[in-house]
């Protein structure tokens, strides 16, 4: 386990709403996981995706496959 902290940040797309969520992609290198959590609580669960399946997440938003967001 590593004694890093996650730094969260938001998309640069994201409009402030508040319907945002969060990422900290600084603990891909020492733990291969891609934290997510809701913006409006930050204190609250926190998902753990591998990197792996972040990417492919990632991808298929890009690429449409979850329909308009």
Avoid: I, Q
């Avoid at 998309?11 to 290198?29: K, T």
């Amino acid at each position: 386990m590593t004694t890093d902290s996650p730094r969260w940040f938001k998309s640069s797309y994201s409009n402030n709403g508040g319907a945002c969520v969060e990422v900290a992609a600084d603990l891909v290198a020492p733990l291969g996981v891609v934290p997510v959590r809701d913006s409006k609580n930050l204190n609250g669960p926190v998902l753990n995706a591998s990197a792996a399946s972040f990417a492919s997440f990632v991808a298929g938003v890009k690429a449409g496959e979850f329909g308009a967001v």
